[in-house]
């Protein structure tokens, strides 16, 4: 089976860390890395209003610039990918969220890995603005590695749930990969209410005992309201390695 996955990059530090990261976690795997930068040049609001990039030449000068950069990346990754591992450098004249939202139907994407450094003088604040676009327009799933995260072993993996999603619909070629690795236990949560009892909810639950068929997993309910404090408590009792969330 074949993935198909998009990194986005800047080339900080940050980036080619959740770059790595993707490669360590599917060792083995034969996959279609797509290494993306999306750029708009300073001279965009001047030249590229009065005249179209082809006519002046600025866009294919730029974009040979990065496409440089990219590709000395890929050369840097490639010491540590996989022989199954296929690294394509891919830069674009449009915003990150836009042409990832674009990449996701024509190339197919299985999932995107980014990573974050959270919003620029604001430590509490979990993702940056880059990743809040990305999470809220793409049409894949998404994987955001945090600026301490390390490269291990997954054990743990916590999925909060309120049994409201269609499962069904949901994209989980990523996720069964990640079940079917061994020792992984997916922890799912949920915050029980009087609405549980709804059709709907009922339907919820037992589409995803359903899907979770054949993997280990277990349940655990709590009746605290909060979900990031019942997902804190979670974490304190037993060590998560990935948050899964539905959007």
Known sequence: MEYRIAIPTDFSKNADKAARFALDLFSGQTCRF???HTYTPAFYRAEYLLHSPGQIGLGDFHQEQVMKKLKKHKKALLEQADPAHEIIPHAAFNSLAEELEEMGTKETLDLIVMGTQGATGAREVLFGTHAVQVLHKASCPVLVVPEGAEVGA??????????KPDYEKLSLKVLKY????PDVMLHVLHAYTEADGEPERQKGRAQLQELLGGYTWEMTETAEGDIVRAINSFARDTPIQLLLLVR
């Open 154 to 163: 997954l054990k743990n993996l916590l999925f909060p749930t309120d049994f």
């Open 178 to 181: 990640l079940l079917g690795k």
């Open 34 to 36: 797509y290494l993306t």
